[in-house]
């Protein structure tokens, strides 16, 4: 079974890329340093390669990418 999925950089590069890229610091999500979402590179993945979590995301943020997503899909 397949999961989609949005992909997270902690590459400071991805930061400034515009409205489909969604910064987080690391400490808000349980991830070692500042992170990235990448909502213009949606993919999908097999269930069975996610082995273990990564962190817990806080509800501003999904808002965040939410709105990034709507904007990588032109839906506004």
């Known amino acids: ?7 997270i ?3 400071a590069s991805q930061g400034g890329r515009g409205p489909t890229v969604v910064e ?6 349980g991830l070692p340093k500042a992170s990235f979402a990448l909502c213009h ?5 097999d269930r069975a390669k996610l082995t ?3 962190g817990t995301l806080p509800s501003e943020f ?10 990588a899909m032109d839906l506004d």
Request: aromatic content about 0%; glycine content about 2%; overall charge positive.
């Open 41 to 45: 590179q949606v993919t999908t993945l």
């Open 62 to 71: 999904l808002r965040r990418v939410e709105e990034a997503l709507r904007a």
């Open 9 to 11: 950089s902690t590459s």
């Open 24 to 29: 987080s610091p690391g400490a808000s999500t």
């Open 52 to 54: 273990r979590k990564a």
């Open 1 to 7: 079974m397949s999961i989609i999925v949005v992909p």
